[in-house]
C-alpha cells in the first residue's frame, strides 16, 4: 500500500449514520459576504461553498440564530424564509458534488454593538463590557455595557436556536454546529468574569453551563442522533475573555454532561500559545484533555497541516481534523494534501469582508496553483 494510501486523514468516517468520504473538515469561517438587507446567502455563497465540497465535512460560517444575535456585518442568518432558500441553494450545490454541510448557530450576545439594534444595548449574561470589537457598517467599533438578559430573554434565545436549527434542517443541512467556541454569547455565560448572575445561569459551573445544555438538549431532542455538534475554545484569552481557576471545572462539567447526548461530535481549538504559570496550564494539550473526557467524535482545530493532522488521527487522538485558513487559498485542499500538491496563501484582507475577489477566485490545483 501506498503511503498516501494508508494515510488516515484519507479514510472515510461514520459522523452520526452519514459517511464522510476523508476526515478533512473545512472550519466555520466568517467570511462577511451576505451583502444585502436580508443577510440571506446569495449565489457567492452557492460557489464557495461548492467548491469547497470534497472536504469530509463542511462547517459553515458562523450563522445568527435571531436579529438579536447579529454582531458582525453582512453575515448570514437562519432565521427567515428567504435565508432558508438561500441555504438551500447552497446545500443542494454541496450534495451535489458529493459533500456533507453542517450550519454553525451562532448568537453574539455583547460582542456587538447598538448600531445594529437601533441604539439598543445588545444581551449578555451580565453587564460587563467584554471589552473587544465589533465590525459595523462604519468599521470596528469598541464594544459597550451590554444588558444583562432577564429570564425571558434566555428562553426566547434557546427557542430562537431550536427555531434555527429546524430552519437548517428545512434548508438540507445535514447537521448544526452550536458556536460556543471563541467570545460570542455561550462562552461569555461560561466565563466566570462576564457571567456574574445570582440566578440558575450564573454562579455554580451547572448553573453557568446550563443553557448550553439546555440549548444542546432542545436541538438533539428536535433532531435524530448526530446531527448536532458544538465547538469549544476553553483557553481562548482576548478583552474580557480571561481563563480563570474555574474554567477547567466548567468545561469538564459541560464535557461531562454532553457525554449524556447523541451528538454528532465535539471540535476543539487546540492552545497553541504557552499556558504555564495560567489557571489551564492542564489544557495546554487541549485535544488530548477532552478526547480523554469526550466519548463520540472529536474534531481536533486549530494550527494543524498534513503531517500534524495525520498524526493527531493516527494517534488517535482525534477522529477528523478541521482547517480553516487553508480552505481560503485552497478550494481543492484535500486533492492538494492528497497529492502533496503546494498550498496557496489567501489574502487577510479578504476574509472578513468584499465580494468575490479573496473568496471564489482561488483557482483548483489542476488549473494552475
Ligand atoms: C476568516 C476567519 C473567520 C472565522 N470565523 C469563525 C466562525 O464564524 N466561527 C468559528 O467557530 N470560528 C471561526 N474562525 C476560527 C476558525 O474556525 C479556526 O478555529 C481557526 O481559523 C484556526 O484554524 P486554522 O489554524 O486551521 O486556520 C474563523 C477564522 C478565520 C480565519
Redesign the pocket.
Known amino acids: 500500500m501506498s503511503q498516501t494510501a494508508a494515510n488516515p486523514l484519507f479514510s472515510s468516517f461514520d459522523l452520526g449514520g452519514r459517511m464522510l468520504t476523508n476526515r478533512i473538515v473545512m ?5 462577511g459576504r451576505a451583502r444585502n438587507a436580508g443577510l440571506v446567502p446569495t449565489d457567492l455563497h452557492v460557489e464557495y461553498y461548492r467548491q469547497r465540497a470534497s472536504a469530509g465535512l463542511i462547517l459553515t ?2 450563522t445568527w440564530v435571531s436579529p438579536e444575535g447579529i454582531g458582525f456585518i453582512n453575515v448570514p442568518g437562519l432565521f427567515t424564509p428567504e435565508q432558508v432558500a438561500g441555504w438551500r441553494a447552497v446545500t443542494d450545490a454541496v450534495h451535489a458534488a458529493g459533500g456533507t454541510i453542517f450550519a ?1 448557530l ?1 448568537h453574539s450576545g455583547s460582542v456587538s454593538h447598538p448600531d445594529f439594534f437601533s441604539g439598543e444595548q445588545p444581551l449578555a449574561p451580565s453587564a460587563i463590557n467584554p471589552r473587544l470589537r465589533s465590525f459595523t457598517a462604519e468599521g470596528f467599533k469598541a464594544t459597550v455595557t451590554p444588558r444583562a438578559m432577564s429570564k425571558d430573554d434566555i428562553t426566547r434565545t434557546i427557542d430562537a436556536y431550536r427555531a434555527a436549527a429546524r430552519n437548517a434542517r428545512s434548508a438540507g443541512f445535514d447537521g448544526v454546529e452550536v ?1 460556543a ?2 467570545f460570542y454569547l455561550l462562552p461569555q455565560f461560561l466565563n466566570s468574569v462576564l457571567n456574574i448572575r445570582d440566578d440558575a445561569y450564573g454562579g455554580s459551573v451547572e448553573n453557568r453551563a446550563r443553557i448550553v445544555l439546555e440549548i444542546m438538549e432542545a436541538l438533539v431532542g428536535d433532531w435524530s442522533p448526530g446531527r448536532v455538534g458544538v ?1 469549544i475554545s476553553p483557553t481562548m484569552a482576548m478583552g474580557g475573555f480571561a481563563p480563570t481557576g474555574k474554567t477547567i471545572a466548567t468545561y469538564d462539567y459541560l464535557v461531562a454532561r454532553l457525554n449524556d447526548l447523541p451528538l454528532s461530535h465535539l471540535q476543539v ?1 487546540q492552545a497553541l500559545n504557552d499556558l504555564a504559570g495560567t489557571p489551564v496550564a492542564a489544557l495546554q494539550d487541549t485535544i488530548r484533555y477532552f478526547r480523554q473526557r469526550f466519548e463520540g467524535a472529536l474534531i481536533a ?4 497541516d498534513k503531517a500534524s493532522a495525520s498524526r493527531a488521527i493516527e494517534s488517535g487522538h482525534a477522529d477528523l481534523v ?5 480552505f ?1 487559498g485552497n478550494p481543492d485542499l484535500v486533492k492538494r494534501l492528497r497529492e502533496d500538491l503546494p498550498l496557496r496563501e489567501s489574502a487577510p484582507e479578504t ?2 469582508q468584499g465580494d468575490a475577489r479573496g473568496y471564489t477566485d482561488y483557482p483548483e490545483a489542476a488549473r494552475g496553483s
Open positions: 472550519a466555520p469561517m466568517t467570511r460560517e458562523a454553525q451562532a458556536h467556541g471563541t465547538k481549538v482545530n486549530f494550527g494543524f478541521s482547517f480553516g485558513k487553508a481560503i476574509y472578513y
